[in-house]
């Protein structure tokens, strides 16, 4: 898709609007896994997740070469929306974004004080971008992709600086939506001359993606009914899977069960808000403990924008069993 050049060329572009997000070890983490943990802090953009930096390189081209491009028109579950609504505001471009009917009520208001005009259609990502695909045909508007070679680009830069700040990680865990996050990984590790091995996690009420990786051919879901939104995807990206079956070791699915004791895991041993996709890489480590002996892993926090009553019910007091308070 690119080179090491234009990877760097990329991280230029991210870095005039979004400054390196911090790889810490954090030791309570450490102690829950019992080896040494790395985390990218993608929580830590300014629309809190890791999504920013492909709008910001894919607008960039996208000005650049189409300047009377009238608008663009994209769907998303949230954070795609807010990317490429912070991008198109910093090149003056309007955004309309359309989302599923139910989405997450915060993410769609931080989607329109981005300042995208949002349309909320169907019953799941797939209907929405459907429509969004007709709304760009009929009113002429420039329709942007959930995958993209520039969105992927954009977002490899934060495989870039954490391979470069950790480049002994042994293993990194990464949560899989439309596939962008851990095909950046795999380029980066690739044109970094890595040896880390890289692991997709997806949901096990969304698949897609595990499911076609085991088949070696896109295989889609009726349903895609997962509490952790980012990963709630039912038509795999053909060109993504490519990429995967490349490039990762293996797909790990995790419960929306697993995602909660993440995402308290993430707020007891570290005071981080993590949304559902973001707490995934978590924990599908903590499924694998007893492989991770030893090794140096690496979690992508992919972000935090999750709804406060879903992080009430998730971390609220009753939330955990007594087993896991006590290990907490």
Not at 28 to 41: E, N, P, Y
Not at 305 to 315: A, E, G, H, P
């Amino acid at each position: 898709m690119f080179d090491l050049r234009e990877l760097e060329r990329a991280h230029e572009i991210v870095g005039q609007a979004v400054p390196p997000t911090p790889a810490h070890a954090w030791p309570l983490l450490a102690d829950r896994m019992g080896t040494r943990v790395i985390v990218k802090h993608e929580n830590h953009t300014p629309i809190g997740a890791f999504k920013v930096r492909g709008g910001l390189v894919y607008l960039e081209r996208l000005k650049r070469e189409r300047p009377n491009t009238p608008g663009i028109i994209s769907a998303t579950r949230g954070n795609h929306g807010q990317s490429l609504a912070f991008a198109a505001s910093r090149h003056g471009v309007p955004a309309v974004i359309y989302v599923p009917r139910g989405n997450s009520v915060e993410k769609n208001r931080a989607m329109r004080a981005f300042g995208a005009d949002l349309v909320e259609h169907g019953e799941d990502f797939q209907a929405a971008a459907e429509e969004a695909q007709r709304r760009a045909q009929f009113d002429g508007l420039h329709m942007v992709p959930s995958f993209h070679p520039d969105l992927v680009l954009g977002v490899a830069t934060y495989a870039l600086e954490l391979l470069r700040a950790a480049p002994d990680l042994d293993v990194l865990y990464v949560p899989i939506g439309q596939g962008s996050g851990i095909c950046g990984c795999i380029m980066a590790r690739d044109l970094l001359g890595a040896k880390t091995e890289i692991v997709g996690v997806q949901s096990t009420e969304a698949p897609s993606y595990a499911l076609s990786f085991a088949a070696g051919m896109v295989v889609t879901t009726e349903t895609s009914n997962t509490l952790a939104d980012g990963m709630a995807t039912r038509v795999p990206v053909a060109e993504a899977l490519a990429v995967i079956r490349k490039g990762a070791s293996r797909i790990v699915q995790v419960t929306d069960d697993e995602v909660a004791a993440a995402v308290r895991a993430y707020w007891t041993d570290t005071h981080n808000l993590a949304e559902g996709a973001g707490a995934a890489p978590l924990a599908a480590a903590l499924q694998e403990k007893n492989k991770l002996a030893g090794k140096r892993v690496g979690l992508i926090l992919s972000g935090g924008n999750i709804d406060f009553d879903l992080f009430r019910k998730w971390v609220g007091t009753d939330a955990a069993a007594p087993g896991e308070r006590a290990m907490a």
